[in-house]
């Protein structure tokens, strides 16, 4: 039987800038073999130095995305085309709003995605968007806040502590769009013994969480109480909130986590895992569901 990780801590001085590492690896990427996904990158002019040389590159897009309930627009994000529908209703999952479905808008509108919220009103929509009010002036009004979405995270998932400071190396394997363009984030969806079940890119960190949760529900996975969810940056409150809404136990970081994440990761019951790289891990949070 393996002994329980109860402490798993590392001198802050001695870490390596984990996002800076991680995306290291885009570096030298116009010489690889890698097509990105469409939409996701464009060509762009660029004089490298020292030399001067003129030539194209790659860089990710991004352009905004406008979801809308009942016709009506209930908020804009700037993403990187792609998958949209998905994004969309993972976005309304992790604010309560209660989605069923997700589809372009009937007057074909570009960067338009209607989502059906048949439960979706006014005060409910206030209530939903507690972040923008709640988060910069009170952290205790935020962790209540999720409460009031998000059942305390009761999963007895555990896993090995080698498995889960691999997972951003996995990760980072799937990730075409990054190969080529060096400037998208990450969400891996894996199960219990490593396997990626899904992943998505973009610009934003929080979308391509939202992306993995959307597409999660469209596959009746939800709540992803046997899941671990691996993001390629930094935790911060707002990531751990839309993984303890989808009620996932276990969630892994390249990054560091912030203060108020760790907070509500503890108050909601996750393991909060960080500085996943070079065969290490720092455990913030219910360090019982990790093995060693």
């Given at each position: 039987?393996?002994?329980?990780?109860?402490?798993?801590?590392r001198?802050?001085?001695?870490?390596?800038?984990?996002?800076?590492?991680?995306a290291?690896?885009a570096?030298?990427?116009?010489?690889?073999?890698?097509?990105?996904p469409?939409?996701?990158?464009?060509p762009?002019?660029?004089?490298?130095?020292?030399?001067?040389?003129?030539?194209?590159?790659?860089?990710?897009?991004?352009?905004?995305?406008?979801?809308?309930?009942?016709?009506?627009?209930?908020?804009?994000?700037?993403?990187?085309?792609g998958?949209?529908?998905?994004?969309?209703?993972?976005?309304?999952?992790?604010e309560?709003?209660?989605?069923?479905?997700?589809?372009?808008?009937?007057?074909?509108?570009?960067?338009?995605?209607?989502?059906?919220?048949?439960?979706?009103?006014?005060?409910?929509?206030?209530?939903?968007?507690?972040?923008?009010?709640?988060?910069g002036?009170?952290?205790?009004?935020?962790?209540?806040?999720?409460?009031?979405?998000?059942?305390?995270?009761?999963?007895?998932?555990?896993?090995?502590?080698?498995?889960l400071?691999?997972?951003?190396?996995?990760?980072?394997?799937?990730?075409?769009?990054?190969?080529?363009?060096?400037?998208?984030?990450?969400?891996?969806?894996?199960?219990?013994?490593?396997?990626?079940?899904?992943?998505?890119?973009?610009?934003?960190?929080h979308?391509?969480?939202?992306?993995?949760?959307?597409?999660?529900?469209?596959?009746?996975?939800?709540?992803?109480?046997?899941?671990?969810?691996?993001?390629s940056?930094?935790?911060?409150?707002?990531?751990?909130?839309?993984?303890?809404?989808?009620?996932?136990?276990?969630?892994?970081?390249v990054?560091?986590?912030?203060?108020?994440?760790?907070?509500?990761?503890?108050?909601?019951?996750?393991?909060?895992?960080?500085?996943?790289?070079?065969?290490?891990?720092?455990?913030?949070?219910?360090?019982?569901?990790?093995?060693?």
């Amino acid at each position: 039987m393996r002994e329980r990780l109860t402490c798993l801590s590392r001198d802050r001085a001695e870490s390596v800038s984990a996002e800076r590492g991680y995306a290291s690896g885009a570096m030298g990427a116009e010489n690889e073999a890698v097509e990105a996904p469409p939409y996701s990158a464009q060509p762009v002019a660029v004089v490298r130095l020292p030399g001067g040389r003129d030539e194209r590159d790659q860089v990710a897009v991004e352009e905004p995305l406008e979801i809308r309930i009942g016709g009506r627009p209930i908020a804009v994000t700037m993403r990187t085309p792609g998958h949209d529908e998905e994004l969309a209703l993972g976005f309304c999952l992790t604010e309560g709003l209660q989605p069923t479905a997700a589809a372009l808008p009937a007057d074909l509108a570009a960067n338009t995605i209607e989502v059906d919220a048949p439960e979706f009103d006014t005060e409910r929509l206030q209530r939903s968007f507690y972040t923008s009010s709640s988060c910069g002036v009170c952290g205790k009004g935020a962790l209540e806040a999720v409460a009031v979405e998000a059942p305390r995270v009761e999963s007895r998932l555990e896993a090995v502590f080698e498995l889960l400071a691999g997972l951003p190396d996995r990760l980072r394997e799937a990730q075409a769009a990054f190969a080529v363009t060096g400037g998208l984030h990450a969400t891996g969806l894996f199960a219990p013994r490593g396997e990626l079940l899904c992943l998505r890119e973009d610009v934003g960190r929080h979308n391509a969480m939202d992306k993995v949760i959307g597409w999660a529900f469209l596959e009746q996975r939800l709540p992803l109480t046997d899941s671990i969810i691996c993001v390629s940056g930094r935790l911060s409150f707002e990531l751990v909130q839309k993984a303890a809404v989808a009620g996932c136990p276990i969630l892994v970081a390249v990054g560091a986590p912030s203060s108020l994440a760790v907070e509500l990761a503890h108050d909601r019951g996750l393991t909060l895992c960080g500085f996943a790289r070079d065969g290490r891990l720092n455990v913030y949070t219910e360090a019982w569901r990790v093995l060693i």
